[in-house]
């Protein structure tokens, strides 16, 4: 039953646009181009670890995706899948 949630969770793009929206331009176009781009390229750890790090805040995002702090390991490899993608739109 858990394993059902946390897959509706991970697939309802709604309200994962949603959470995307943020305080900061910024991070509303680097989190809503990777979700919409990337996202479902994910396997499931994955798409839960994005989840689970529209979490986080801003000011905590902002650093983490502009290089300006380092994100806990925990967080280092989405973060890095993130700015990767953003990279590779330029």
């Known amino acids: 039953m858990q394993q059902e949630n946390n897959k509706k969770i991970l697939d309802n793009m ?3 646009e ?10 509303d176009v680097l989190l809503g181009n990777f979700l ?3 996202y479902q390229k994910l396997n499931d ?3 839960q670890l994005f989840v689970n790090l529209l979490n986080c ?3 905590e ?5 502009m290089g300006h702090q380092t ?3 925990e967080w280092a490899s989405i973060v890095e899948m ?7 739109r330029l």
């Open 82 to 88: 993130i700015k990767q993608h953003a990279r590779t």
């Open 57 to 59: 805040t801003d000011p």
């Open 45 to 47: 750890s994955d798409k």
């Open 36 to 38: 919409k781009e990337a």
């Open 71 to 73: 994100p806990a390991d």
């Open 14 to 16: 709604p309200r994962l």
């Open 61 to 65: 995002l902002f650093g983490w995706l």
């Open 18 to 27: 949603w959470a995307c929206r943020r305080g900061m331009l910024e991070l």
